[in-house]
């Protein structure tokens, strides 16, 4: 078991590597700006996420469903919040990953081992 001084100012983060003060990481050592990447990229591939549900929400209510003319007004409402609750599920459930299993949104940034 490694023991680590508990006194000391400055820790490394995790996934990019750079020493930083203690107060600002986290409690899994990530870094502001790692944290901020992580979530930039949930966001964007969420959204990915949200269109494909509402893409096949879409399809199955105008194949099956086949909505009258008179209420298309809220089966769009209907797809259209579909496709916001999705991509906000899928941006927690991708971040909450992410932080679990230490993933780096930088290409140059690679995570280590907390053992070192």
């Keep these: ?8 100012l ?19 050592l990530w870094c502001d700006a790692c944290v901020a990447d992580a979530k930039a990229r949930a966001l964007s591939r969420s959204w ?14 105008w194949l099956y469903i ?5 209420l298309i007004g809220g089966w769009i409402g209907t797809v259209v919040a579909a496709l916001y609750v999705s991509a906000r599920v899928a941006r927690e459930v991708l971040y909450g990953v992410a ?5 780096a949104a930088h290409l140059e940034a690679t995570p280590t081992d907390p053992a070192e």
Excluded: N
């Excluded at 400055?10 to 899994?28: A, G």
């Excluded at 086949?66 to 008179?70: E, G, H, L, N, Y």
């Design 1 to 8: 078991m490694i023991w680590k001084d508990l006194d000391s």
């Design 10 to 28: 400055e820790e490394r983060c995790l996934l990019c590597r750079e020493t930083k003060p203690r107060q600002d990481l986290d409690r899994l």
């Design 48 to 61: 990915y996420v949200g269109s494909a549900i509402a893409l096949v929400l879409a399809l199955w209510i």
């Design 66 to 70: 086949q909505p009258s003319d008179m």
């Design 99 to 103: 932080r679990f299993r230490g993933e």
